[in-house]
């Protein structure tokens, strides 16, 4: 049995898991993404690029196994993708359990730095920005780019626009759709005033605390307390939102009650939450 839970945010299925200091994973299957590997959930296994968001071991601990077992079932070997300074270490790390199992296990490890785009498949790519967390932490928005006409050349025939081709004029323009956009763990900060954050369709977030008396522990650990949550949907207008990294003593219905008293209602309907469980008729049917 696999333990994450199967959601869907603005369109894109998801498959997640997040509780703060245990384990958080969001995987994306039709994007063949995964954000965060967690302890290396079954789900995150066939899963050909994972996006981690810095090194905390709540987030970053399955990344050996992710490899060693996609070498063991005869997958291609994975990709994860992280902050630069943090790439050196895990390439330790694997090479550590190489002596260790006494085969190495192949796998790419790509350290990336704030806004360097990284290819997914064509026209699929993933834009990672600095967050405000742990030293080398890092936010990634799932960016669809697609290419239309220039408004210039609508009305004109197929013929007419193979010729304007021909001449070697550029007919079409590019959009990028932000698809999601995953925070990984931070408080608020500069990542909110990013274009193309702000025009995120979805967006993960974390919410660690909810309870008025740990304001301070939200600013020491950086994280986000649930009264910062209004300069997010400011910044964020458009976005359906899922909160994740909630601790175990959150009461989800008391979370629900604070919540509703800090946003607006209009704010509320965009609002879910990563580990709720979905009423039982409307739970998808389980897939192979
Ligand atoms: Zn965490
Ligand atoms: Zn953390």
Not at 89 to 103: N, P, T
Not at 104 to 119: C, F, N, W
Not at 192 to 218: G, Y
């Amino acid at each position: 049995m696999g333990r994450l839970l199967h959601k869907q945010l603005a369109g894109i299925e998801l498959a997640g898991f997040s509780l703060a200091g245990e384990e958080t994973t969001v995987v994306a299957p039709e994007y063949n993404v995964a954000f965060d590997v967690g302890r290396a959930p079954r789900e995150i296994i066939s899963i050909d690029n994972v996006c981690l968001s810095h090194g905390h071991m709540d987030h970053a601990a399955g990344v050996a196994y992710y490899f060693s077992q996609r070498n063991f079932i005869g997958n291609a070997p994975g990709r994860v993708i992280v902050h630069i300074d943090l790439a050196q270490a895990l390439q330790r790390l694997m090479d550590v359990w190489g002596d260790i199992e006494g085969h190495p296990s192949p796998g790419t490890i790509e350290g990336v730095e704030h806004l360097q785009d990284v290819e997914i498949r064509r026209n699929l790519i993933v834009r990672p920005f600095n967050v405000n967390h742990a030293a080398s932490a890092l936010g990634y928005s799932l960016i669809e780019r697609r290419h239309k006409l220039k408004p210039e050349f609508i009305g004109k025939t197929g013929p007419q626009l193979v010729a304007l081709k021909r001449e070697g004029i550029a007919i079409e323009g590019t959009t990028e759709v932000v698809l999601l956009t995953y925070t990984g763990d931070t408080a608020v900060g500069r990542f909110l005033e990013l274009d193309f954050v702000a025009k995120s369709r979805a967006l993960l977030i974390e919410c660690t605390f909810f309870d008025p008396e740990h304001r301070d522990r939200a600013v020491a650990g950086r994280h986000i307390h649930v009264v910062d949550l209004p300069e997010v949907l400011a910044a964020i207008p458009d976005a359906q939102i899922m909160l994740t990294h909630m601790t175990h003593r959150t009461d989800l219905r008391q979370a629900k009650r604070i919540l509703e008293g800090v946003v607006s209602s209009s704010d509320l309907e965009r609002i879910s939450f990563l580990m709720e469980r979905p009423p039982r008729n409307e739970r998808p049917r389980r897939q192979r």
